[in-house]
């Protein structure tokens, strides 16, 4: 398996784990998600990807094609920064939107590898910190967080006015 940024022609792939991603989080927060909705057009992809505060990164096995269907998984990141606030130092974060690996490869090690090789370009690109937030709904990946060794540094509370 290789580790690369994600290209254009990557898109079908990525869109075929967004709908994985997509599903895991209608069927534990229906009132929130949509099921056969698409998080990101393909124009919105598009941008995403040519932009280098979005780096967004795929893992493919290593003999890989070029056509992106074969996309073991992924990692959107963000980076943010909070210059001239009043309360927030200035540090750099690389916040990751969204890890998702293909559902027939849980378990080798895809996700663990993805996550360790944005800790290293969080750690090149002079980041302080990696973050991300995860659904309650989903509690496979907070243990999976967990297990790559992160803690919860805010929590999101709700309370439903129905």
């Known amino acids: ?7 254009v022609q990557d898109i079908s792939g990525i869109d075929r784990l967004l709908s994985e ?3 895991v989080h209608h069927q534990g927060r229906p009132d929130l998600f949509k ?3 698409r998080k990101y057009t393909d124009a919105q992809l598009r941008s995403i990807l040519a932009d280098d505060a979005t780096p967004v990164f795929v893992a493919v096995p290593t003999d890989a094609n070029s056509d992106g269907t074969d996309i073991l998984g992924y990692a959107f990141c963000v980076f943010q920064r ?3 606030d009043n309360i927030l130092t200035d540090i750099t974060t690389l916040y990751i939107d969204d ?3 293909d559902e027939s490869v849980r378990g080798e090690h895809v ?3 993805l996550y360790h090789y944005v800790v290293g370009y969080a750690k090149a690109s002079g980041c302080y910190n990696v973050t991300l937030n995860v659904w309650s709904c989903n509690p496979k990946a907070q ?3 967990e297990a790559m060794g992160l803690v919860p540094y805010k929590i999101g509370m709700e309370h439903i006015l129905s």
């Open 1 to 7: 398996m290789q580790i690369r940024r994600a290209t």
């Open 99 to 101: 890890l998702c690996v």
């Open 143 to 145: 243990r999976f967080y």
């Open 82 to 84: 909070h210059p001239h």
């Open 21 to 23: 991603v997509l599903e």
């Open 111 to 113: 996700g663990s590898s």
């Open 35 to 37: 099921t056969g909705a």
